[in-house]
């Protein structure tokens, strides 16, 4: 499963550049998909107005690597952008600017422009 879904990485990261330097020459099925997946993705983000990637990989039941790789394509273009943010889930004490024991995730979402 895993190596499949490398080369899946692989292929999409590989349409996506192809895609934003318009060198596609011959226009097959898969390369349609990707692009309409590409183009839900940002109507999805534009409808939202601010999405995490999470939402995003379960709203398109995609693989958040995948996911990532096309909204990258955005990025590039400036259409999204990427805010991330460390923010503590869980503090005992509610002194998060001294505890040394919270548990902090990375938070990462992408906003409209």
């Known amino acids: 499963m895993i ?3 490398h080369v899946v ?3 999409v990261r590989l349409i996506c550049k192809t895609l934003y330097r318009g060198k596609i020459r011959r226009v097959t099925p898969a390369v349609l998909i990707i692009a309409m997946l590409i183009t ?3 109507d999805y983000v534009q409808l939202k107005g601010r999405a995490s ?3 995003i990989a379960r ?3 995609l693989p958040e690597s995948a996911v990532t790789q096309m909204l ?6 400036g259409t999204i952008k990427l805010v991330e943010q460390n923010q503590p889930l869980f503090c ?3 002194q998060c600017h001294s505890c040394s024991s919270c548990d902090f995730t990375h938070h990462v ?3 409209w422009s």
């Open 3 to 5: 190596k499949k879904q």
């Open 9 to 11: 990485n692989k292929f």
């Open 40 to 42: 839900s993705i940002r």
């Open 53 to 55: 990637l999470q939402d």
């Open 59 to 61: 709203h398109f039941r």
């Open 72 to 77: 990258a394509f955005w990025i590039k273009k």
């Open 92 to 94: 005992q004490t509610n």
């Open 109 to 111: 979402e992408y906003v």
